[in-house]
C-alpha cells in the first residue's frame, strides 16, 4: 500500500482572469504533486475556485449579472488555465458545489456543538479586496485620510448583527501547535511573523453577515451567510468526503500540504487550525507560503496594467518552457521577477541548448550510425563515472530538494549532470570515433542513451509534455517512469533486447525569440 499524500493550492477568486501568479501556484503544486507520484505515494491534488463573498458579489453587481453568473464564467477560465498547463488535479472544486455547502455548514455546527459560536454585533473594518476584518491597531492611512489595510487595501466601518467564533480561547493552543510543529508553517519568516502576530493576542472572529445573501446559509439562522473564509477553508475538507469520515477523509487527512501564497498565512495558520480544533478535526501537516511573482520587480495590478496573463504565456513560450522558467528562476518562498528576456534566455540556454540539443544530438546519432539499435556496452571507468554523477543528481540532489520544495536548488542540481553529459559528448567526440573506433562509438552511444532516460524521468514533474515526448521516443514504458525505475540495473539490455529502435528524433524545444516589442 501505498503512502497517501494530500496537497491542495488555494482556492481563487474568479471575479476576473486567472493572471500568472494563480498560474505559478498551480505550477508549483502540480509539480510536488507529480513529483510525490513519482517517488510512489499515493497522491490526491485539489485545486478549485472560492466563489463566495462580497468581493464577488460586488464584481457582478459591476457587471449588472449575478453573483452565479460571474462565478460560472470565470470559473471556467481557471479551470482551462489549469488543463492548458498540465495541472494534474483529481477534483477541481467550486465553492458552489452542493457537497461543499454540505460540509461547511457541518463543519459550522461542529464548532457550534464545541461552544465557540455566540450571537453579536460587529463594528469595525473590513476589507473588502481582501475579505479581511482587522483591528484599528494594524491600520494605516493613505491619500485623503483613507484607512489602509496592511496589505495597503482600502477598509470599510462595518457594522452588522453577526455570529462570532471564540479565536481568543485558541491563542494557546495555537501557540502550542506551532512550538510542537515547528513545520507547521514555513518558510521560517512567515512562521516567525505569525507567531509574533498571535503571541499579541487574538480577538473573537466575526463569522457571518447579514448585508448580503451571496454565501453558505448559516444553519439555523436566517439571514445570515458565513463569512467567506470561514466556507473557503472547509473546501480542502469538502473535496475528500468530510463529514463523511469513512471515505477519502480516513485516508488522505490530515493533508500534507496547503500551498498558498504569502497574503494569505493568517488564515490558513491562525483561523483553519482553529476552526479545526474546534471541529475535533486533526490539523493538517505543513502551511507553505510562497512569494509573489512581480512583473520586472513591480506589483501586478489591473490599474496600471502590468497583469500578464498565463494563457498568452503558454501559447507563447510553451508550457513547459513556462513552468521550468517559474520553478527554476524564482528561490521558492521569495518574490521572484518575471520579464520576456529572461523566459526567452533560460529556455534557450538550458532547455533548447543543453538538455534538447543533448537528446537530440545522441538519438539521431544512434538512428544514423546504428540503425537505430542500441548497441551492448562495453564500459571504460570514465563511461562508468558519468552514470554514477548522473545518477547522484537524479536519485538524491535533485529529489531531495524538491522533498522541501526548493525547486530551484533541486533544477540546478539537474541542470548540472546535463552540462557533465554535454562535456562528456564534447570529449569523447562520437562523431570521430565513427571511423577511429566504432566500438568505443557505440559504448558512448549507449551510455549516454541510457543517463538521458534517468534525467528525463528526474525533471518529469517540471516539464512532464516535453520529458515525457522524450521518454516515448526512447521505447520508455509509462510505468517505468518513476525514482524507482532510475534504480533500476536491467532495464537497458531489456529494452535493447526487445526489438525497441530509436527513430529519427523530433526536436523538444525550439528556440524562442524575443519580439522587439517586448524589450
Ligand atoms: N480566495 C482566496 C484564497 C482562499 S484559500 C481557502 C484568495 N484568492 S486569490 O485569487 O486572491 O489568490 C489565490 C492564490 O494566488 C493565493 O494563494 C495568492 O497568494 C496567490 N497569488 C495572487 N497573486 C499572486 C502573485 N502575484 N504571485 C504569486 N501568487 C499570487 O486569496
Redesign the pocket.
Known amino acids: 500500500m501505498s503512502e497517501p499524500y494530500y496537497i491542495t493550492t488555494?482556492?481563487?477568486?474568479p471575479n476576473g482572469r486567472p493572471h500568472i501568479?494563480?498560474a505559478?501556484?498551480a505550477i508549483a503544486a502540480d509539480t510536488i504533486a507529480r513529483f510525490q507520484r513519482s517517488m510512489g505515494r499515493d497522491v490526491r491534488f485539489q485545486t478549485g475556485t472560492?466563489e463566495h463573498g462580497l468581493k464577488m458579489a460586488q464584481a457582478a453587481r459591476a457587471r449588472d449579472i449575478k453573483p452565479r453568473a460571474l462565478a460560472d464564467e470565470m470559473s471556467s477560465y481557471f479551470k482551462e488555465m489549469c488543463d492548458t498547463l498540465n495541472i494534474s488535479y483529481d477534483r477541481f472544486i467550486r465553492t458552489s458545489d452542493a457537497d461543499h455547502h454540505a460540509a461547511s455548514q457541518a463543519i459550522w455546527q461542529a464548532m457550534e456543538a464545541n461552544g465557540d459560536l455566540y450571537l453579536d454585533r460587529y463594528e469595525g473594518w473590513y476589507s473588502v479586496r481582501d475579505e479581511a476584518f482587522y483591528d484599528e491597531k494594524e491600520l494605516t492611512e493613505g491619500e485623503g485620510g483613507q484607512k489602509l489595510s496592511p496589505q495597503g487595501t482600502p477598509v470599510e466601518w462595518t457594522k452588522e448583527e453577526s455570529w462570532f467564533f471564540r479565536l481568543s480561547r485558541y491563542q494557546e493552543p495555537l501557540l502550542q501547535l506551532y512550538r510542537d510543529q515547528p513545520d507547521f508553517i514555513r518558510p521560517e519568516t512567515r512562521r516567525n511573523e505569525i507567531v509574533s502576530f498571535v503571541s499579541g493576542g487574538l480577538s473573537d472572529l466575526s463569522v457571518s453577515r447579514t448585508s448580503f445573501d451571496w454565501g453558505v446559509p448559516v444553519p439555523g439562522s436566517p439571514g445570515h451567510v458565513m463569512y467567506v473564509w470561514v466556507d473557503?477553508?472547509t473546501?480542502y475538507l469538502t473535496g475528500i468526503g468530510y463529514p463523511d469520515r469513512d471515505a477519502a477523509l480516513a485516508k488522505y487527512w490530515p493533508a500534507n500540504l496547503h500551498l498558498?501564497?504569502?497574503?494569505?498565512v493568517r488564515f490558513h495558520t491562525v483561523y483553519w487550525p482553529a476552526f479545526l480544533m474546534s471541529a475535533k478535526v486533526p490539523l493538517p501537516r505543513q502551511v507553505f507560503g510562497?512569494g509573489?511573482?512581480l512583473n520586472r520587480g513591480e506589483k501586478?495590478s489591473k490599474s496600471v496594467g502590468n497583469v500578464v496573463d498565463p494563457m498568452m504565456m503558454a501559447e507563447r513560450y510553451g508550457v513547459d518552457q513556462l513552468r521550468y522558467f517559474l520553478l527554476r528562476e524564482v528561490s521558492f518562498g521569495q518574490d521572484g521577477s518575471y520579464s520576456h528576456e529572461a523566459i526567452v534566455n533560460r529556455a534557450n540556454a538550458e532547455l533548447a541548448n543543453s538538455f534538447g540539443n543533448l537528446a537530440q544530438r545522441t538519438l539521431s546519432m544512434i538512428f544514423k550510425n546504428l540503425d537505430g539499435e542500441l548497441p551492448t556496452l562495453d564500459r571504460t571507468e570514465e563511461d562508468a563515472a558519468l552514470v554514477r554523477s548522473v545518477a547522484a543528481a537524479c536519485l538524491d540532489e535533485t529529489p531531495r530538494a524538491f522533498e522541501q520544495l526548493a525547486f530551484s536548488t533541486g533544477i540546478e542540481a539537474w541542470m548540472k549532470a546535463v552540462f557533465a553529459c554535454n562535456q562528456y559528448v564534447d570529449a569523447q567526440a562520437p562523431w570521430a570515433l565513427r571511423k577511429t573506433d566504432p566500438e568505443r562509438m557505440k559504448t558512448v552511444l549507449g551510455t549516454l542513451f541510457s543517463v538521458i532516460r534517468d534525467l528525463a524521468i528526474a525533471i518529469l514533474p517540471v516539464i512532464p509534455e516535453s520529458a515525457g515526448k522524450l521518454l516515448d521516443q526512447m521505447g520508455v514504458a509509462a510505468e517505468a517512469r518513476d525514482f524507482a525505475a532510475i534504480e533500476s540495473q536491467i532495464w537497458y539490455d531489456e529494452l535493447r533486447t526487445s526489438g525497441y529502435r530509436v527513430a529519427q528524433p523530433v526536436p523538444l524545444f525550439p528556440r524562442l525569440e524575443l519580439e522587439t516589442a517586448d524589450t
Open positions: 488555494a482556492i481563487s477568486y501568479g494563480h505559478y501556484e472560492d473557503a477553508l473546501n498558498i501564497g504569502k497574503d494569505i510562497h509573489f511573482l501586478m
